[in-house]
C-alpha cells in the first residue's frame, strides 16, 4: 500500500501564504511524478501543480508566478508554496502520487486525503 499524508492548509487572509506538505510512504518502487489538485466548492478538480521524477514542474494557468511546486526526493515529499492567495483559491488541495510498485510495473495513483484551503477577509 501507499499512503499520502497532508498537512499545511488552513484559513488565510487575500494575498497570505500558506505551504502545504504531502509525504508518501509505503511500498514504493519508483515515483513518476507527484502533484497537487483542488477542488473548490460546487466545481470539479483541476490539476494545480504537478512535478516529474526529472524535476521538470507545470502549473495552472491561475497560479503562475504564485505558487511554487518543489519535492524532496529523500523523504518522498512534495510541498506546495502559495503565495498572493486569493479567495479563488478557496478549495480542497489533494496531493497525488503517480508510482510504480515493482520493477517494469505500471503506473498507479495514489490520493492523500486533502486539505482545506480557505482565502478569506
Known amino acids: 500500500q501507499v499512503q499520502l499524508v497532508e498537512s499545511g492548509g488552513g484559513l488565510v487572509q487575500p494575498g497570505g501564504s500558506l505551504r502545504l506538505s504531502c509525504a508518501a510512504s509505503?511500498?514504493?518502487?519508483?515515483?513518476?511524478?507527484m502533484a497537487w489538485y483542488r477542488q473548490p466548492p460546487g466545481k470539479q478538480r483541476v490539476l494545480v501543480a504537478a512535478?516529474?521524477?526529472?524535476?521538470?514542474?507545470n502549473y495552472a494557468e491561475s497560479v503562475k508566478g504564485r505558487f511554487t511546486i518543489s519535492r524532496d526526493n529523500t523523504n518522498n515529499t512534495v510541498y506546495l508554496q502559495m503565495n498572493s492567495l486569493k479567495p479563488e483559491d478557496t478549495a480542497v488541495y489533494s496531493c497525488?502520487?503517480?508510482?510504480?510498485?515493482?520493477?517494469?510495473?505500471?503506473?498507479?495513483?495514489?490520493w492523500g486525503q486533502g486539505t482545506q484551503v480557505t482565502v478569506s477577509s
Open positions: 512535478i516529474l521524477s526529472g524535476g521538470m514542474t
Open positions: 509505503g511500498s514504493i518502487f519508483s515515483i513518476y511524478a
Open positions: 497525488n502520487a503517480r508510482v510504480t510498485v515493482q520493477a517494469q510495473g505500471r503506473l498507479y495513483d495514489f
